[in-house]
Structure formats: structure tokens, C-alpha cells
């Protein structure tokens, strides 16, 4: 690595404030990332109510320690006969059969179901890391926090995107040219938001995601941000080792996203995208890059998949909590970026009822544990999953 990103390691900074707890957020670029309270949790309230969530250790097998570079694949344990492998959610799965395209191969590691793995063996420690007493918490909904939208809105086009010119911060780890960004793709937070300002465009009529973070449009087709990736989405290329993305784990955040569209349909056939606040300065497969400010064996790092355990019920949640908290106990999630406590992100949305979005904030980190995904790995620049 020649950069240690700044911007990769962020703190959500919030003020409550009034009887309905709204938070006034903002966020804080550090050289290492600290430890926050509930307080910062972005989502406290929104205009229509917005949503937010000591780990024992598991059974656990033997994993290699995380590094800079992928580890070694290894099968650890085989799956129950009869489990099923990857899928498309039926969303995609009607996608796929009119000609457009889904958001990864159907072999790739975010569709792989991670419920039947053994945890990592330091499942424990990780959790109590991030912490083991906060809430899981959707980073997305409908309607306005400080008057801005949250959530990481999707543009999609399915036509010829016009080519726009992007120059960026971090040029040397960044895609260059065939970015089909149009003049009005949604930043996070809004034209005048701060923050991470992602842009993600799903083109899918090239089956491609632009993505962009801190991204400022600076004239017609033309735009500025921190650093940006082109993903082709019909393949499992990872980005070159040591290489950022608009994400801070070097992965494409179109994948890790809960969709409203999906959890309509019922049904979430992906990991999820998730935050941390530390992360070792490691990162794991599929990852590509890191963001701790130290190393430091206690924290996790990035490309940990987590998922939620299957002895903890769910049957009470309503329909939309329910469904993503079931695909976090089939598929997990990934952590991809430092952030805040259990942040799962998900698209800008109107549709979304963040009552029932709320409901998952009745889940805690210590519902949580870490996954040993070694031995799905086929090669160390490939994403594609072997069957457990």
C-alpha cells in the first residue's frame, strides 16, 4: 500500500436533539477511528420515524489470521446434505430470465449462504470489538433526517448512459474512463449532503456498476470524486490487491445493498453491507484493501463476514425487518467500511416503512457472530465461491 486513506476511516458524528431525538449528523475523517456511543447513531429519527440494533464465543474451527493478502483457501467444513447453493432472489431471477442483469454471478461470494459454516475463531473477539451491546441498525429509509434523504441511492439506467469525465483524489487506485454516469445521478445525502456522497449507477444494459465516492458533479457529464470503480457485474474480478474501490474494502457496494424492490419480493439471495467502527489494518478475502490506522488482531478486518445466529428468533419482526434479517442469517454480511456499530446499508427508497425498519434494532451485536469463508475461496483474484 503507498496510502493509508484518511477517508476511509470515518466516524458518524451526531447531536440529539428535541424530544423526538433528532440527530444532526456529520462526519469526521480521522487517521484512526475511535469509539462512539449510541449518540452518533445517524438514524435516531427521521421525518416519518426512521430506523437503527459480552459475545459469547461459538464452536469455532482453526483460521488463519488475517493479512494483507488473501488467505490460502481452505475446506473446513462440509454442508449439510441438501442444502442449496448461490441463488437469485426471485426479484432477479425474473431479471435474468428477460435479458437484464442482476448485481453479481450466480457463483459469487456475496450470493454463497455462509449459515452453514463454521465461526471464525475469533468470532467472539470481533463482536465485542465492534460491540457486542449496540444495535444492529438499517442505514436507510424513507423520508428526511436534518432534512437531507439517508440511504445509498441506486440510479439505474437501462439505456446508453452518457459517458461522463471524472477526475479523482485517489487517482492511482481508481478506474479511469467508461463511467455512463448521467448529469442527474442521486448522491447519498442529497446535491448539498455530506459525508461519504456515494454515487452508484447500475447500468443495466452493460450489467455494469459505476460507483463513486465523495463525488461532486463539477459541470455537464463531468464530476469530481475521492476514488471510483467500474464492476462488471457478470464477472468475479476482483480489484488489484491493495486497491480501494469507492468502498473502503475495495469491494462494489451494488451487491451489499438491501433493495426495497428485493425485500418486496420476499426474498434477499445476498450478503449484506456492513460497518465497523475500528477495523485492523488487514484485510480478508474477498477484500482488497484496508483501513485500520494500527494493526491490531482484536479488531476485524476488512471482508469479515458476519451473519446473525440462527438461534436467535426473528419470527416476531414485521415483513420488511423480517426478510433481512433472515438473509443476514443465510448470507450475512460483509464488513466493508469503517463507520458506525452494526450500520447495514440499503438504497434511498420511499416505499420503505421505517417502523418496520425500526424493528430491527431489537437485534444486538451479541446476536451476531464472525464466519470462516476460507474455504469457499477458488482463487485470490477471483470472487467466485466454491460449494461449501
Known sequence: ??????????????????????????????????????????????????????????????????????????????????????????????????????????????????????????????????????????????????????????TVVDGAAPQAQVGFDYDDESDHGGYGIPDDARVENGPDGTGDRHVIVWDRAKCASYELYDAHRTGSATWHAGSGAIFDLRSNKLRPDGWTSADAAGLPILPGLVRYDEVAAGDIAHALRITVPRSDRSHVWPARHDAGAAGDQHLPPMGLRLRLKASVDISSLPPQAKVIATALKRYGAMVADNGSSWFVSGDQDERWDNDQLNALKSLKGSDFEAVDVSGLQAASDSGAAKAP
Open 1 to 154: 500500500m503507498k496510502h493509508r486513506r484518511a477517508h476511509r476511516t470515518r466516524i458518524r458524528v451526531a447531536a440529539a436533539t428535541g424530544v423526538l431525538g433528532v440527530a444532526a449528523v456529520g462526519t469526521v475523517f480521522a487517521h484512526a477511528a475511535m469509539p462512539h456511543d449510541d449518540a452518533t447513531d445517524r438514524a435516531g429519527a427521521a421525518t416519518s420515524a426512521s430506523p437503527t440494533s459480552p459475545a459469547g464465543e461459538s464452536t469455532a474451527v482453526a483460521d488463519p489470521a488475517p493479512s494483507s493478502k488473501p488467505s490460502a483457501p481452505k475446506r473446513t467444513k462440509t454442508a449439510p446434505a441438501g442444502r442449496p447453493g448461490p441463488k437469485q432472489s426471485a426479484h432477479e431471477a425474473k431479471q435474468a430470465a428477460d435479458g437484464s442483469c442482476g448485481v453479481a454471478p450466480s457463483d459469487s461470494i456475496w450470493r454463497q449462504p455462509v449459515d452453514g459454516l463454521p465461526a471464525h475463531q475469533r468470532s467472539g473477539t470481533y463482536v465485542s470489538a465492534i460491540g457486542g451491546d449496540k444495535p444492529l441498525h438499517p442505514d436507510f429509509g424513507a423520508g428526511l433526517i436534518d432534512g437531507k434523504p439517508f440511504g445509498i441511492p441506486v
